[in-house]
Nanobody, 120 residues
Framework: QVQVVESGGGLVQPGGSLTLSCAAS????????MSWHRQAPGKERELVAG????????NYADFVKGRFTISRDNAKKTVYLQMNSLKPEDTAVYYC?????????????WGQGTQVTVSS
């Protein structure tokens, strides 16, 4: 059974930090690219950061560059999002996604999300 489970969200003051975790099971984790997305109330879901299967390459949305860091531990089947210098506009539900293209079929697995609220 495929599972993607986010954790680590919560309430944090502006300028603070949080680390989100995403634990995966039921599929070959090291064969999937991983990414974090977020969705604020009334807005579209947007990509925050992505990391390749090996962890050798990462990409970030402009609005988080220099503040957020994505990483993965393939032995633990977990991907992380370290978030520093948080702003109120970072408030959103954060979702983890695992995806891969087999050459024939596209696979995509989403978690249920974890709420991050940045407020004083």
């Amino acid at each position: 059974q495929v599972q993607v489970v986010e954790s680590g969200g919560g309430l944090v003051q502006p300028g603070g930090s949080l680390t989100l975790s995403c634990a995966a099971s039921g599929f070959i984790f090291s064969s999937y690219g991983m990414s974090w997305h977020r969705q604020a109330p009334g807005k579209e879901r947007e990509l925050v950061a992505g990391i390749t299967m090996s962890g050798g390459s990462t990409n970030y949305a402009d609005f988080v560059k220099g503040r957020f860091t994505i990483s993965r531990d393939n032995a633990k089947k977990t991907v992380y999002l370290q978030m520093n210098s948080l702003k109120p506009e970072d408030t959103a539900v954060y979702y983890c996604n695992a995806d891969r293209w087999s050459g024939i079929r596209y696979f995509s697995h989403w978690g249920q999300g974890t709420q991050v609220t940045v407020s004083s």
